[in-house]
């Protein structure tokens, strides 16, 4: 069972910024939270990965508050080819991960 | 290196027939993971390895199912009398010891 809940399914535009949330109310004191994107015929690709506070890369950045039971992904500036499925995953470095049906991005013109 | 391999990235085959995947991971990598993904629906872990030592094998994972990695460098995932609901995209992942997973592009298995 995924320890993480998201929304199934999310639109944006072209241009905007976006901020996918997943709640993990029963993260463990070491687990790390990993954001990972797939698109149709491909495996998933990692995008991210945090402990606390922010963390930022050249294509996303990971919020994640002091009690650690959330966290938000942010796409700025997202285009089309952003349509994807993202999965958010809590584990502890190394270990299994378990994915659950994540969230589906629908970028439209 | 240019990342994780699998092979083939299709394959088609009869009921009752054995098959066979491969996956090659980044070579420094120590850790491989194997996963199951039906349409609409996230990866699901089958098995893992630590080098050549399978650690850890999920309940999904049959009798029918078997995975080595001789050596500690590629695996192979067989199944053997294959039924329909073994119609998916077979996953291969690796990673160091501590990081994000890096998967390869699948294996998609029909059977007709």
């Known amino acids: 069972l995924a320890k993480t809940t998201q929304p199934i399914s999310m639109d944006s535009y072209e241009g905007q910024e976006v901020n996918i949330t997943c709640s993990h109310n029963?993260?463990?004191?070491?687990?790390?939270i990993t954001w990972y994107q797939q698109f149709p015929s491909q495996g998933p690709r990692f995008i991210i990965q945090?402990?606390?506070t922010k963390v930022t890369n050249e294509v996303a950045s990971l919020f994640i508050p002091a009690d650690r039971k959330s966290s938000t992904l942010s796409l700025p500036r997202v285009s089309l080819s952003d349509t994807a499925v993202y999965y958010c995953?809590?584990?502890?470095?190394?270990?299994?991960?378990?994915f659950g049906p994540g969230t589906r991005l629908s970028v439209l013109p | 290196d240019t990342g994780v391999s699998q092979d083939p990235r299709h394959k088609i085959t009869k009921r009752g027939q054995n098959v066979t995947f491969r996956c090659d991971p980044i070579?420094?990598?120590?850790?491989l993971y194997w996963y199951r993904q039906t349409l609409g629906q996230g990866p699901e872990f089958l098995t893992y390895?630590?080098?050549?030592?399978?650690?850890?094998k999920s309940r999904l994972l049959s009798d029918r199912f078997s995975a080595e990695r001789p050596k500690g460098s590629f695996s192979t995932l067989e199944i053997q009398r294959t039924e329909q609901g073994d119609s998916a995209m077979y996953l291969c992942?690796?990673?160091?010891?501590?990081?994000?997973?890096?998967f390869g592009s699948g294996t998609r298995l029909t059977v007709v």
């Open positions: 992942a690796s990673s160091p010891e501590a990081h994000g997973y890096t």
């Open positions: 029963n993260i463990a004191t070491n687990d790390y």
């Open positions: 945090g402990y606390k």
């Open positions: 995953l809590v584990a502890l470095r190394g270990q299994n991960f378990v």
């Open positions: 070579s420094e990598h120590n850790r």
């Open positions: 390895f630590q080098n050549e030592a399978q650690l850890e």
